[in-house]
């Protein structure tokens, strides 16, 4: 594996050092700009973020790096090939694994494997033996057997992995990977995209759930209305946006509408509500400033069981980039990436 690891670095480095570059990428669906203006650059071995709400672009834009899709202007290059021009030598270099499962739910696990794995060129003894491997890889061995239709979601999206990587890409394209799985079955997932990269394999992620972005990517694209409006490593996003941020979680959730007024007045900023109806949140540079809010909190009577000082969460980045947050569909500007 470490042999296969330098194998694609070097290729990489032939051609510049990158695994995917793109240069003013813009792709239209009869009035709506559904990717405008992308510019990328993706080194080879790591896990590259894509982080949006729905809609934002994210799909239309691993698409075009896929060949998929032809943009409508600008440039797009896998390991120093044009994805327009030398469209079949990028399609050997990658792999896709979309939204939905694409195996087959009426098979096996086994015979979905064994399948794809004929069809790109292995004997039926290569096949079953390379078709066991990925089963015993990815904790399905004892589903092995059983229709994919009788899988559980994490299952199925477990397989579909497995299906990307019979033959092992020099990138593979994961959209949205852990989208409606149980936080047990995203683990998983999670686990197994590490090993692809931990084995050289170049991963571009498109995802809009903000703690996956930070727990996998080395570095993320933030894109919003089909154009990128940040980009770094997670502490550097965060960074960004503010030194730090204040997290607190009262004990009667009744009293967060008083919280709120309390800590405005005493930071002179605005607070967030958080999802959990008794947290709030805001960015502040001061500790002396956020003691003196605390002092106030307890002086008003608010009951307070938790809080912390760090840094700003990536859900703050994206809502202070964009003023909304990263989970608001209200910004789809494509079916393509609605689907």
Known sequence: MEDNKEMRIGRGSAEGGLAIRAEGLVRQFGDNTAVDGVDLKVAPGEIYGLL?????????TIRIFATLLRPDSGSA?????DVVREADTVRGLVSLTGQFASVDEDLTGLEN???IARLLGHSRKAARARASELLDAFGLTEAADRQVKKYSGGMRRRLDIAASIVVTPDLIFLDEPTAGLDPRSRNQVWDIVRTLAAGGTTVLLTTQYLDE?????DRIAVID???VIAEGTPGELKASVGSGSLHVRLRVPEQR??????????????VQLESDPAALS????????????????SRSGVAVTDFALGQPSLDEVFLALTGHPAEDDDTITTGEDAA
């Open 52 to 60: 949006g709400p729905n809609g934002a672009g994210k799909t239309t």
């Open 77 to 81: 290059r896998v390991f120093g090939h």
């Open 113 to 115: 494997l064994v399948l």
């Open 213 to 217: 972005a930070d727990q996998l990517a």
């Open 225 to 227: 209305h089909g154009k």
């Open 257 to 270: 509408p008083e919280a709120e007024l309390v800590l405005s007045q005493a930071l002179g900023i605005s």
């Open 282 to 297: 805001a960015r502040v540079s001061d500790p002396e400033r956020v003691a003196h809010a605390l002092a106030e909190l």
